[in-house]
């Protein structure tokens, strides 16, 4: 029997049923996953122990199971960043935060799993109502685009915003808070029946980047004035085409390098030239044109109090019923694999779940 550590609380139910994860053993395709044992570790001070019912599934977690994730854990791991379900032990330390609750935790890895450790202040509840897959595919997309919208682009009542890939799970997020916010909102996708979505929840007009060039089609349609913010998960070329559309002040806001991801398996052609892209900034011209570049890494701001304030932000948006989260598909956990293929071929409209 594991020793119990000193003020912690645990439900009796801790240590009645195995706990297991899937495992990235090696870089590899969408058949990589092993299902393993995992420790049902009693959670230490500051820590809350979580029986998980669902986790979400983000593009990250696809570049770390090719090898292409630079802050990945050495392999062997278990990737995921988010998880939802009930407290099933709380460390020392801990304050409003009970057993048998249900909450929704950031991880940083390891969520792909039937048991967590989260830390306390990575831990929030599940509102009333709100069903766990919902739940666990709500903190990193709409923390993401909270941050990139309220924290670094601070956007105004008024201002125009470009959102790249606007169907997926943090483009649906950005559209509705960029919305609330007053904005008017252009979208890119890759096909009509996502831009038909993203139309029907707010969006002012949006471009197939698979048939037309966004920058020349954005500047003869709509954009006589220039944008003031731009959001980019694609990285590479994209970031330097973008700029062409931003006014003085204008910002963009970079949180991924999807455009370096060809097929199942690493490119590193591809790669290498996807970052190539990325480091082609003539910093002058920054100086010159008055613009802003952020990279954003959303799990790194975990550590600050503005990570707390915005997640309970973004809760009261959802209490007064003016966010939504879109769950495209539930994939089982042990599907996992599938789900990756799901969210590389660009079929999702919404966020891709497993569930325990």
Request: proline share 4%.
């Amino acid at each position: 029997m594991q020793p119990e550590i000193q003020g912690a609380r645990q439900s009796q139910s801790q240590e009645a049923s195995p706990a297991w994860a899937m495992q990235i053993p090696r870089s590899g395709g969408f058949d990589v996953f092993e299902k393993v044992a995992v420790p049902r570790r009693v959670p230490g001070p500051g820590e809350v122990a979580i029986d998980v019912v669902a986790c979400g599934v983000n593009f990250a977690d696809t570049l770390m199971r090719m090898g292409m994730y630079p802050e990945a854990p050495k392999t062997p791991f278990v990737p995921g960043y988010e998880v939802a379900g009930t407290v099933a032990a709380v460390g020392s330390e801990v304050q409003g935060i009970a057993l048998g609750d249900r909450v929704m935790a950031a991880t940083h890895f390891g969520g792909y799993t039937s048991y967590a450790i989260a830390e306390a202040d990575k831990t929030l509840p599940i509102p009333e109502g709100m069903d766990f897959e919902t739940a666990a595919g709500l903190l990193v997309n709409f923390m993401t685009a909270w941050v990139a919208l309220h924290e670094m682009s601070r956007v105004r009542q008024g201002d125009h915003v470009l959102i790249h890939g606007i169907a997926g799970g943090v483009g649906l997020a950005a559209l509705q808070i960029a919305k609330n916010a007053g904005c008017t909102v252009y979208g890119t996708a890759g096909s009509q029946e996502k831009l038909d979505y993203a139309a029907s929840k707010g969006m002012d007009y949006g471009v197939n980047y698979r048939k037309s060039d966004f920058v020349a089609d954005i500047r003869l349609n709509v954009a006589r004035r220039p944008l003031d913010a731009i959001l980019d998960p694609l990285g590479g070329d994209n970031i330097a085409k973008g700029r062409k559309l931003l006014k003085p002040t204008g910002r963009v806001i970079v949180y991924g390098m999807a455009s370096a991801v060809k097929g199942e398996k690493a490119h590193k052609i591809a790669s290498l030239i996807a970052g190539l892209k990325m480091f082609h900034v003539n910093i002058l011209s920054l100086f010159s044109q008055n613009h802003g570049i952020y990279g954003l890494n959303v799990l790194r701001l975990w550590p600050f109090d503005t990570m707390r304030r915005c997640g309970e932000a973004i809760l009261a948006e959802f209490a007064a019923g003016r966010l939504e989260a879109k769950i495209d598909k539930v994939f089982a956990l042990e599907q996992c694999g599938e789900a990756h293929r799901y969210l590389q071929d660009r079929r999702n409209i919404g966020k891709v779940v497993l569930r325990v």
